[in-house]
């Protein structure tokens, strides 16, 4: 990745301390106080269009989700890689 978006809604777990040692991390504070899935990822996607200019793929997962091993090596993804 070359740039790693995280939300962070008040947590109180030392996961902060944990972004910090990461220079490619952004971290953006969510304020609110009931969780709303849309709230945030609107707070996410519209963060990564303003630090990343030019095209740009936006890959948004939940810290319990992983890509599989060869995500990048399947039909789907190489035909993301060509979409306009």
């Not at 303003?50 to 936006?58: A, E, F, N, Q, T």
């Amino acid at each position: 990745a070359d740039l790693i978006i995280i939300c962070d809604q008040n947590s109180t777990d030392g996961s902060r301390d944990i972004y910090k040692k990461y220079s490619k991390v952004h971290l953006i504070e969510n304020t609110d106080t009931i969780y709303n899935e849309a709230s945030r990822q609107i707070l996410l996607i519209e963060t990564a269009r303003k630090l990343v200019s030019g095209p740009k793929i936006l890959l948004a997962l939940d810290s319990d989700e992983v890509l599989a091993a060869n995500a990048i090596e399947t039909e789907s993804w190489q035909k993301m890689l060509k979409a306009k």
